[in-house]
């Protein structure tokens, strides 16, 4: 195992993205995609390491973006990942696509990305980050800005899965919990409309 | 392929997140070293029946809790295994999803074998795996999901003799208790009110009985339970105790009818492939109704035929059934690569044509 060799992955969205990080070095891969991330993740991530001459055992951990996304492809990354940290005996790490987005962008910084619906995701990085919220477009904020709903704000600083890698890597000297699906928004079900009829003594 | 084989099998196809690991030494019974089954009954008792995004929100964080425990019950670590089977379909696709890719990320990390199993196919070959019955064999797989008749000939070839062309008969019991204000899952608490009713009271329809073949239908039998419901709560502001009783006890007297008698029918066409050892198995929760296991096997009895019911947590969705299956697909030289896809709908009878959802996307199950 190498100690900063980690691997990070990423299909919160139409992509099937990942990054590994080992020696200062990084390898990048994102391919666009609206489905079939549950069947081209593992060979992308084969090839990957591949590319870079790194086996599975050299890893020291593995992230993963827990969203907030399309739900069944958060978990897809998100159960691929605790899979693999079970297998390998090495921690997966989550990072919610928001820390992603604001990652290496000058701070107080506020993430506001499309969650469709006519709503956003939005979460606020200070020294700390804030809480994150799901609310209706528009959004009006102070200051810097960034997100795919926020046109006149900074570009991201660095590709999505890269982000990911290197918040992970970040947190891997510390305890973590493992990684969980970030939703931000419930699970749309209703209590049924008609009720039991009256039980007559 | 005759070595002695440890399995792990993964299973996430409705609301129950299970792992088991079962150990096969040919020549002998399989062992069953572990099998843990997470049910997940009280998220979705507020809704009335199993709501997919629950579902699989439950199943994404509990798997590998799961697969741990199973390993631990076991006393194993995943160096003892051999392969690694997980329910590649049918079922909801979000559960389904997350138990193929932890399935993948194992089996990548430990370079074992990934063998993606059809969750029907496990219900079919659990009386291998019980009993060691022979092929062929007879199955009635009857669920909160699923129902239908196929002739198990080998652990990659089923033929469908028919099924149900709406409903489930769980899902009929489900929404049963439902109308009547009954807990859920609707399957045992129908089945204790109906033990104290009277099952002529209401006359319900046995629907599909006077066509031929092995089809059945149950979306007519839950509107008729409605309609009575409703008639009744017309009449008098509510249902008595005993009206709910009398209902439940017709409800399941027509369930049991129609299973019945398309059983029989199923038999005589099995009958024909003169089997040596004929058998009828029964699979899935609603086998575990006691008024529909008597019916069974007494027309087991009566056409001279084993009847076999595996125990209750063999019957209804666990792991150890999938295990046993990709036991049985990997030692025909089988398994999958890392492209393996999740199906929300994969027949195990390819060649029947499809009793449900025979739109562009295909055969349900």
């Known amino acids: 195992m190498r100690p900063d060799t980690l691997l990070a992955f990423d299909t919160s969205a139409a992509h099937c993205a990942a990054a590994l990080l080992s020696g200062g070095q990084v390898w990048l891969r994102c391919e666009p995609m609206d489905k079939g991330q549950a069947e081209r993740l593992m060979p992308l991530l084969e090839e990957l390491l591949a590319e870079a001459g790194i086996g599975w055992s050299d890893l020291a951990g593995i992230g993963v973006g827990t969203g907030p996304g399309n739900f069944t492809g958060v978990r897809i990354s998100v159960a691929a990942a605790r899979g693999l940290a079970l297998g390998l005996g090495i921690p997966a790490i989550g990072v919610t696509r928001l820390e992603a987005l604001a990652h290496r962008l000058p701070r107080p910084i506020t993430v506001i990305e499309d969650a469709r619906r006519g709503e956003a995701y939005v979460q606020e990085f200070a020294a700390e980050p804030g809480p994150a919220r799901i609310t209706p477009l528009p959004v009006a904020v102070a200051g810097a800005v960034t997100g795919s709903a926020a046109p006149d704000g900074l570009p991201s600083a660095l590709p999505l899965a890269q982000a990911v890698a290197e918040i992970a890597l970040s947190r891997l000297s510390t305890p973590q919990p493992r990684p969980a699906p970030f939703y931000l928004r419930g699970a749309d079900a209703a209590p049924p409309s008609d009720p039991p009829p009256v039980i007559l003594p | ?365």
């Open chain 2, 1 to 365: 392929m005759t070595a002695p084989l440890i399995f792990l099998g993964i299973e996430s196809s409705c609301d129950d997140t299970a792992a088991a690991v079962l150990r096969h030494v040919p020549g002998q019974a399989p062992e069953i070293l572990s099998s843990v089954v997470e049910g997940q009954t009280a998220l979705h008792a507020a809704f009335g029946g199993v709501v997919p995004e629950i579902a699989a929100r439950a199943h994404a964080e509990r798997l590998d809790h799961c697969v741990e425990r199973a390993l631990a019950d076991a006393g194993l670590d995943l160096a003892a295994l051999d392969g690694i089977a997980v329910t590649a379909g049918p079922g909801l696709i979000g559960g389904v999803l997350s138990g193929v890719m932890l399935a993948k990320g194992l089996a990548t990390a430990t370079g074992l074998p990934l063998v993606g199993v059809n969750h029907l196919a496990g219900h079919a070959l659990t009386p291998r795996l019980t009993d060691g019955l022979a092929f062929p064999y007879l199955m009635l797989l009857v669920s909160g999901g699923h129902c239908q008749f196929l002739i198990a000939k080998g652990p990659e070839s089923f033929t469908r003799l028919g099924g149900t062309i709406d409903d489930a008969p769980g899902e009929a019991f489900d929404k049963t208790a439902k109308l009547l204000g009954l807990a859920q899952p609707g399957g045992p608490a129908v089945e204790a009110e109906a033990a104290l009713g009277d099952a002529r009271r209401f006359a319900f329809p046995r629907p599909l009985l006077d066509r031929p073949g092995c089809d059945l239908s149950f979306s007519g039998l839950k509107t008729a339970l409605l309609r009575a419901r409703d008639a009744l709560v017309a009449e008098k502001g509510g249902l008595t105790v005993q009206d709910r009783r009398d209902l439940c006890a017709g409800f399941q007297a027509a369930v049991a009818d129609v299973l019945a008698e398309k059983t029989r029918r199923a038999l005589q066409m099995y009958h024909d492939l003169a089997p040596s050892h004929p058998a009828l198995a029964v699979a899935g929760g609603v086998a575990a109704n006691k008024a529909l296991r008597a019916r069974l096997e007494t027309i087991s009895a009566e056409a001279g035929v084993q009847f076999l019911a595996p125990p209750l947590r063999l019957c209804t969705d666990n792991a150890a059934m999938i295990a046993w299956a990709g036991i049985e697909r990997f030692r025909l030289g089988l398994h999958d690569g890392m492209d393996l896809s999740a199906r929300p709908r994969w027949p195990l009878d390819q060649t029947a044509p499809a009793l449900i959802g025979s739109g562009k996307k295909g055969a349900k199950a």
